[in-house]
């Protein structure tokens, strides 16, 4: 197929007799620019560098994470371009395995033994119908929902993402300009992930407020109130550089609170829990912003830096 060459693949395979025969196959069927490898710091050195555009590896391959790789690739921690287009390759499909390479946002996996013709399929349908992304506190990766929105629930847009498949397939593609396409659809991507993080943020303080009220204290409480630091920390990571950053101040905000109820989990300052639905509503404000909101939100951040132990 014209443009093949132009597809940059690495394949990670632990058995040099396979590896040779299915990157010699690719080759065959057009792939020209392809890499075999069963080192972990080449795939490493490889994703970072943006050396390549497809992944195909197997995740038991000795010393690699794959499925951590491909959750830091997809939310930006690793590597410059978050749409590299993935296949995991599985030996031992257990549901534990599946479920870990399902949430990592992997494009697709394929169980093994694997023909070349089965990759050359996958690949051909992810050049033509690469599925959208959808974004979620926890998720960063292809849209796998079969019923789509849930009543009830937030409704999380399917966003169209790059695809370097498609895109070295075309005559005289510019990669100046595919690098400004992956730039800009990262940065949607982050300030999706931003507005999951603040709706979350917002679900973690109305159960852990009421469970403090009622003294229900218990390492259910005390596992969302770490989860709240976390979540609290991602956002104002995510929040440099971009339109949010006028509100840094009420993530850091956020951290601080809930940092200092998590260090003493079951016996907590009551103003910490009192300031938490403040900032929660304030976070909540400021993503939906208007001066009012700005100005509350500056008030309340500026209160937790007087007022609150620790602080």
Excluded: W
């Excluded at 371009?81 to 992997?106: M, Q, R, Y």
């Excluded at 895109?167 to 690098?179: E, I, P, R, V």
């Excluded at 659809?185 to 992930?193: E, G, R, Y």
Aim: net charge negative; with cysteine.
């Amino acid at each position: 197929m014209v443009g093949l060459e132009n597809v940059r693949v690495l394949l990670g395979e632990p058995n040099v007799q396979v590896r040779r025969t299915v990157a010699d196959s690719l080759r065959h069927h057009g792939y020209h620019s392809i890499r075999d490898t069963s080192q972990v710091e080449q795939i490493y050195e490889a994703v970072n560098e943006d050396q390549i555009d497809v992944l195909i590896c197997d995740v038991e391959l000795g010393g690699l994470d794959l499925c951590d790789l491909i959750y830091r690739v997809r939310h930006h921690q690793a590597g410059n371009n978050p749409f590299l287009v993935t296949i995991a390759l599985v030996a031992n499909p257990t549901s534990d395995n599946i479920h870990k390479i399902v949430n990592s946002g992997s494009d697709d996996l394929l169980l093994k033994p694997v023909s070349v013709g089965q990759i050359i399929e996958r690949l051909n349908i992810l050049t033509k119908k690469r599925k959208g992304f959808v974004v979620t506190t926890d998720y960063i990766g292809p849209d796998r929902r079969k019923n789509g929105h849930r009543p009830g629930t937030v409704e999380i847009p399917v966003i169209e993402v790059p695809n370097p498949l498609r895109y070295k397939q075309q005559d005289g593609a510019d990669l100046m300009q595919m690098q400004a396409e992956v730039h800009a659809a990262a940065q949607l991507i982050n300030d999706h992930k931003m507005e999951r993080h603040a709706h979350q943020i917002d679900y973690l303080v109305k159960n852990i407020v009421p469970q403090y009220a009622i003294g229900d204290v218990g390492s259910e409480l005390t596992a969302m109130v770490a989860r709240l630091s976390y979540v609290a920390e991602d956002l104002v990571r995510r929040m440099a550089d971009t339109k949010r950053e006028h509100i840094l101040h009420l993530g850091e905000a956020m951290i601080k609170v809930s940092s200092s109820i998590h260090k003493t989990p079951l016996s907590p300052s009551l103003k910490d829990v009192h300031l938490l639905p403040q900032l929660s509503a304030a976070i909540s404000q400021a993503f939906v912003a208007d001066e009012q909101a700005i100005e509350l939100a500056g008030d309340i951040a500026a209160s937790v830096g007087r007022g609150v132990p620790g602080a």
